[in-house]
């Protein structure tokens, strides 16, 4: 192989004009893009540049849940910690970039077929990502708050979440030791579509307070209302807490929602509207990091009577190489965050099953075989491991990225060497602090049009689970509704049984501010639970999935179609581990076993006919009425 292909490639299938040539809305795409597979020996400059778009493509949401984290939970107001928030940024971008290698290369475990009898695995082997999970951000945020109100610092606190997020990987490493089959039992895809879309309404809510120009004064709004103000008399402030004056902005210091902040965050969401409309293909995949960049040079060169929105010297004091370790906060445990920890980790085992179930639909590849089970093994066991080497790394728990699958989608790309390219982009980025430094001084208003759209992304991946489901099916629809009913409620008004902020254990629900450090503990698990929308919701659905039997099969009505009959095709092959595909433009239907169905059935093919005379038998049964 000469220097020329191996850094450039050879034929007709490395066009790299199309990666970059704008689209016009009006016109049909005339050029198809190739696909490369899995295993596509993709040249130098190709992996690198599909990798970049990778890496640009989850930076937004990478960075954001630790930035958030360091600023607004373990710093304060006046967020002075400017070296800490970049320090944050840091360890998140090389953590990531070491687990996305670990996931993408798929090392097996040393003996394992010795010790459990199958080979096990870390890592998929897919091009499928790692990074800090949105899941645990409002744990996070919520525990090292309440342990702050305790009286320890930020950094300690922060700490002890790191040990706690260490101990509580386990489950995962648990999971991944389950049959595939018993996996899909206890987390079926209801119990996915609560816990994701309730994910999806917790953040956009929190995105939207970044957008209107920051959390803490957002939360503080309260305290402008015109009977508080009277009540106190001559217009003086109610507490020592931060009012409602957003200082996320450099030197502009304006109430929240004012114009100023809302109009700068909106110019994010316009360019993204831009970009879709005429951008390239590379544009398209790096979408967000480009709206934030362009939102965040409206910021640059505009001002509010003079006063800049964007604090250069946090560039400048940024340091220009950084790596792991330079800051350390120590290892704990802090026992009341156990709990929704764990139920954290469950939420991620539900999302890195379909996660990797998505990754192997773009990238082309089945999901009735033996190696996807394989897979879906070892990617559990890579979100436990990148996690637990995540806090070692003084990192939040990082596991499998889902955004990247439209990344696949978009470019045709599913090659390894892309997602270790991924990996080598995203350390490059975090050695470098420089980068760190530009981000810490975007505006939160301008962060805040980003988020809001990436949180929304997850929002509408819940409905989307949603809309697979059989929502006339009275079991999955009573499951959903109170499932969601609950985890909608405390996830817009969690003041039930959360505390207000500066306000610790007043919620009345359980006042404790005289309990014993025991029965404290105890307390602040169980608000944070209950406060947490995703946790109470998941955890209900799994329970009443367990509990509620499946639904009677309905009598005829003459003219009607019998709905029960339609969900039970779903369920009876659910049950039968069988899936059901249709292929486009054929009305044909194929089944296909599982994979320890598969082996007893090669030889013979008795499975696979039981499997569609099962199915012809329901189908007639639907067709009859």
């Known amino acids: 192989m000469g ?25 049909k795409q005339r050029h198809p893009m190739k696909f490369y597979p899995l295993d596509e020996p993709l040249p130098l ?61 798929k090392v097996e475990i040393p003996f394992s077929k010795k010790i459990f009898g199958k080979h096990l695995y870390v890592g998929s082997g897919l091009l499928s990502v790692m990074g800090t999970s949105f899941t645990f951000l409002p744990i996070f945020e919520i525990a090292i708050l309440s342990m702050k109100a305790d009286g320890f610092t930020g950094e300690e ?86 009012s409602a004056i957003c200082s996320g ?62 604090d250069t010297s946090k560039i400048e004091d940024a340091p220009v190489v950084d790596f792991l370790w330079t800051q350390w906060f120590g290892i704990g445990i802090y026992g009341p965050a156990i709990i929704p920890m764990l139920i954290a980790y469950i939420v991620t085992t539900v999302e890195t099953i379909g996660d990797v179930t998505a990754t192997h639909e773009v990238s082309e590849l089945k999901t009735d075989d033996k190696e996807y089970t394989r897979r879906i093994q070892g990617s559990l066991m890579a979100d436990a491991v990148c996690s637990i080497l995540a806090s070692l790394f003084t990192s939040m728990p990082n596991t499998t990225f889902s955004q990247n699958n439209g990344v696949i989608a ?25 980068i760190a430094g530009i981000i810490t001084s975007i505006p939160d208003c301008v962060l805040g049009g980003m988020t809001i759209f990436l949180f929304a992304n997850v929002l509408i991946s819940g409905i989307t689970l949603f809309g697979e489901l059989n929502l006339k099916s009275r079991r999955i629809r009573f499951i959903s509704v109170l499932s969601m009913c609950v985890g909608v409620g405390v996830t817009v008004w969690p003041w039930a049984f959360l505390d207000m902020r500066a306000s610790p254990y007043t919620a009345k629900f359980w006042e404790c501010s005289d309990c014993s450090e025991t029965m404290k503990g105890l307390r602040n698990a169980v608000s944070i639970f209950l406060s947490t929308g995703y946790c109470i919701g998941s955890v209900l659905a799994i329970i009443l999935n367990t509990i509620l039997p499946e639904d009677a099969e309905e009598p005829a009505v003459e003219g009607n179609v019998r709905w029960s009959v339609i969900g039970q095709k779903s369920t009876y092959f ?16 194929r089944g296909t076993v599982n994979d320890e169905e598969a082996g007893s059935a090669d030889n013979s093919g008795e499975g696979e006919a039981a499997a569609a005379d099962d199915l012809a038998e329901v189908e007639e049964v639907v067709k009859s009425e």
């Open 3 to 27: 220097i020329k292909q191996l850094i450039f490639g050879e034929g007709e299938g490395y066009d790299y004009g199309a990666l970059c040539m704008p689209s016009l809305p009006w016109k």
């Open 157 to 242: 606190a922060y700490g002890k979440m790191l040990g706690t997020s260490m101990l509580c990987a386990v489950l995962e490493i648990l999971f991944s030791l389950l049959p595939g089959k018993t996996i899909r039992k206890i987390f079926p895809p209801v119990v996915s579509a609560v816990a994701v879309t309730l994910i999806g309404v917790a953040l956009t809510g929190t995105g939207m307070k970044y957008w209107g120009g920051g959390v803490v004064c957002a939360e503080m709004g309260w305290k402008e209302h015109a009977q508080v103000v009277d009540s106190v008399g001559f217009g003086m402030p109610v507490s020592n807490v931060p």
């Open 410 to 434: 978009m470019t045709k790309c599913a090659s390894r060497r892309a997602g270790i390219a991924t990996g080598f982009w995203l350390i490059i980025m975090g050695v470098f602090a420089k």
């Open 45 to 105: 400059l190709l992996s690198l540049v599909m990798g970049l778009q990778h890496a640009f493509a989850m930076v937004g949401g990478l960075i954001t849940p630790p930035y958030v984290v360091a600023k607004f939970s373990i710093d304060s107001f006046p967020f002075a910690k400017v070296e800490l928030q970049q320090y944050f940024i840091v360890a998140a971008l090389i953590t990531s970039g070491i687990g996305t290698i670990i996931n993408v290369l």
């Open 249 to 310: 902005s450099a030197q502009v210091q304006l109430p929240y929602g004012s114009t100023e902040y809302i109009g700068l965050g909106f110019s994010v969401l316009v360019f993204l509207v831009v970009i879709e409309l005429f951008g390239s293909t590379f544009m398209k995949n790096c979408n967000v990091i480009l709206a934030l960049l362009f939102g965040y040079f409206v910021a640059g060169v505009s001002n509010y009577e003079g006063l800049p929105y964007v």
């Open 574 to 589: 659910a049950n039968k581990d069988v899936d059901i595909e249709e292929d486009e433009g054929d009305e044909s239907k």
